[in-house]
């Protein structure tokens, strides 16, 4: 059994260009978890660090892009709603972000797996460089 204080975290580095968002969602999230490791406790966050680039990039299978709409709440009447097209005009990052956090488990451990994820639109820049991620392929059929 994994302990809070023991777990050791590593930085890996995923490049989303071309990647299908469903199935870079669900390789992101286990590692997140901590399914990829043999410590894996579903009581104790035992995930690692995800640095995401190349976010604006991400392919929808289908015709997703003109059907999905992503719709939230404002405290005013009625939602608002954009379609995935439009969000990936305003922000690409929250396409990716939004994926991942879905299929996260819904407890008070989500919060912090989803903050050791960074997601960056373009390029290969992040300010993560210190931490020497490892380049890891995710998504591949």
Request: proline share 5%.
């Amino acid at each position: 059994m994994a302990k809070t204080g023991e777990v050791e975290r590593k930085w890996f580095l995923v490049d989303a260009d071309n990647k299908v968002v469903g199935r870079l969602a669900r390789d992101i999230a286990m590692v997140l978890m901590g399914k990829n490791k043999p410590i894996y406790t579903p009581h104790v966050d035992t995930g690692d660090y995800v640095i995401v680039t190349n976010a604006d990039k991400v392919v929808f299978t289908g015709k997703k892009w003109d059907r999905k709409r992503y719709t939230w709440y404002t405290q005013y009447p009625g939602l608002r709603s954009e379609t995935a097209r439009e969000r990936l005009e305003k922000k690409p990052e929250l396409i990716l972000t939004e994926a991942v956090r879905r299929m996260l488990p819904k407890n008070k451990l989500a919060k912090q797996m989803l903050a050791k994820l960074k997601v960056y639109r373009s390029g290969e820049q992040h300010p993560h460089q210190a931490q020497k991620p490892e380049a890891i392929e995710l998504a591949v059929r």
